[in-house]
């Protein structure tokens, strides 16, 4: 599955640079302090690294793919770490927020706990996470082969309980993309366990 991103980053770059993020984020940014540092993790074409820089906050990216990894920072014009979510260590970071905005997908139920838990270590005390998912049940696979892990809001509910995140606003959206894809996001405030 990186696969995919690592040899068709450009196309894929294409695809999603241009979608205007704000109707998912502004929920996200409404609960940020002004110049509020911001870590995007999964970060892909950096449009939400550029939409966010350009409301004024200081941002970030975290990216897998070398090839959308350079892309983002081209085109947000701001640095992107590259690494792996789940193996990564987030500990000496201290960011305001952090988005992953449909970064998570592809991460199997059985072990979005355990990579959620790992990123939070990148948050501050009372910090602000957003996150975004697939509606629907147990998983997908589309033409290009990607499995996307699908998520109902009850067991996301509990989830983000056991890891200390409380739930400030909760949206469904259509896709902008793919109008049979339903989104869950989410704005939750972090706290230290």
């Not at 109707?23 to 995007?40: G, K």
């Not at 449009?47 to 970030?60: A, C, P, S």
């Not at 081209?74 to 770490?81: D, F, L, P």
């Not at 991460?107 to 990148?122: D, E, F, T, W």
């Amino acid at each position: 599955m990186e696969n995919y991103y690592q040899t068709n980053f450009n196309a894929y770059h294409k695809r999603t640079f241009f979608v205007d993020p704000s109707l998912f984020l502004n929920p996200f940014v409404n609960e940020l302090p002004q110049n509020a540092s911001i870590l995007d993790v999964g970060c892909g074409s950096g449009r939400g690294l550029l939409w966010l820089k350009n409301q004024g906050f200081q941002v970030t990216g975290f990216e897998q793919s070398p090839g959308l990894a350079d892309l983002a920072a081209k085109h947000a014009a701001c640095e992107v770490i590259e690494g792996d979510f789940e193996t990564f260590d987030f500990t000496s970071f201290s960011f305001d927020a952090i988005l992953a905005s449909g970064s998570l997908v592809h991460v199997p139920h059985n072990r979005l706990s355990q990579v959620l838990g790992n990123i939070k270590h990148a948050l501050k005390q009372n910090g602000i996470f957003y996150i975004s998912l697939k509606q629907g049940d147990t998983f997908k696979t589309d033409q290009t082969q990607r499995i996307f892990y699908l998520w109902q809001a009850a067991e996301l509910k509990r989830l983000f309980s056991t890891l200390n995140l409380d739930v400030f606003h909760v949206s469904s959206t259509e896709s902008v993309m793919n109008s049979k894809d339903l989104w869950l996001g989410y704005v939750l405030k972090g706290t230290n366990s």
